[in-house]
Every structure is written in C-alpha cells, then in structure tokens.
C-alpha cells in the first residue's frame, strides 16, 4: 500500500472513531465498531494504531490542534482595553458553542486516560500554553491592578478552570447550563478588577 493511501486509511480510521465517540462516547466504542465504519477489519485497524486508547489520544490530538487554533485566533484579534471584555464575551460563547465535540472528546480523554503518559504529554503543554496567553492578556488588559506575575497566574488558572467547568456542565447537562449567563457574569466579575 502506497504512503498515501495508507495515511488516508490512517485518517478514515480516526474520522470514524471521532463520529463514534461524540455520538456513543469512549467507554461504549469498540475497536470493532471502529473497524466497520472505517471499512477494514478489527486486525487491520491494529496495523495503525496499537490500541482502543490510541484512537482516542489520535482522535484527541487533531481536536486539540483546531481548538488551539480557534484559541489563537482569539488571542490575535484582542483589541484595546475598553472594548476588551464585551468582545472575549463574545468570543468565548462562539468558542464554547463551535467547540462542543472537542470539548466531549477531551472529557472523554480526560476521563479514561488521566493516567495515560502519552495523554499528558499531549494536554499538559496545551494547558501551559493556554495559560500563559490568558495570563498575558490578563497583564496587558488589568495593568491597573496592583498585582504581581503570580496574582496574574492564579486568575488565568481559575478563568480557565471557569471554563472547563461550563463546558463539563454543557458535556453532562446541556439543557440547564446558561453558557451565555455563566460568561457573561463571570467576565463582568473580572470587570470589578480593572
């Protein structure tokens, strides 16, 4: 088989544990149902991927790098202190509304590969990342603060762990989370710091 042919394979197989896993979730996904939608048989799903984890780190992995870039995005477009806050508003909610499969997907990841060293590897520099450019955002727009590199850290940690707590109750409970509220409150919280 061709290089090619065998990456487009590659990608089929992780396309179609993606469709799986949003729609079912990891723990009832099989290797052989992945195999079927793929088109190939359970065997040859293994000449790619060395386990039922593996489709999900893979699967992870892409989701990751559109999220990150939708975050960079974000951060490209930050505008002057003043109009700051109303637009990351804004741009949170599209964030969280576009990204509801990836957000299912690292959960799911989170969930069953906490302790996976290749999972870490993959998510602990995301985080570190994700981090440090809330962390400078929170500097250039709060520069009246009166606070120290550490204060800044420690804001970016819980805007971040504000997030991923609305988009654990959007993953569990989608009907009764007020993902425009919540952000909005929130963001109009940090308000009172400028």
């Avoid at 002057?80 to 990841?109: P, T």
């Amino acid at each position: 088989m061709r290089i090619e042919d065998k990456e487009a394979k590659r990608q089929d197989i992780i396309t179609s544990a993606r469709e799986l896993f949003i729609s079912k979730g990891y723990k009832k996904v099989s290797a052989r149902e992945i195999a079927r939608k793929a088109g190939i048989s359970k065997g040859n799903v293994y000449d790619y991927f060395k386990s039922k984890d593996d489709f999900l780190i893979q699967t992870v992995n892409g989701h990751i790098e559109i999220l990150l870039d939708e975050f960079e995005n974000m951060v490209a477009e930050d505008t002057v202190k003043g109009e700051s806050i109303e637009i990351w508003k804004h741009r949170c909610k599209n964030l969280y509304r576009k990204s509801g499969n990836h957000m299912r997907l690292l959960f799911d990841a989170g969930l069953y590969l906490r302790e996976n060293t290749q999972f870490q590897e993959l998510i602990i520099p995301v985080y570190k990342h994700i981090r440090e450019s809330v962390t400078g955002l929170l500097q250039k727009h709060f520069s009246n603060m009166s606070a120290d590199e550490a204060d800044y850290r420690i804001l970016a940690n819980t805007i971040i762990a504000f997030l991923d707590g609305i988009c654990f109750q959007m993953y569990f409970d989608p009907e009764n989370t007020e993902l425009d509220k919540a952000i909005d409150r929130f963001w109009d919280g940090l308000l009172v710091l400028a």
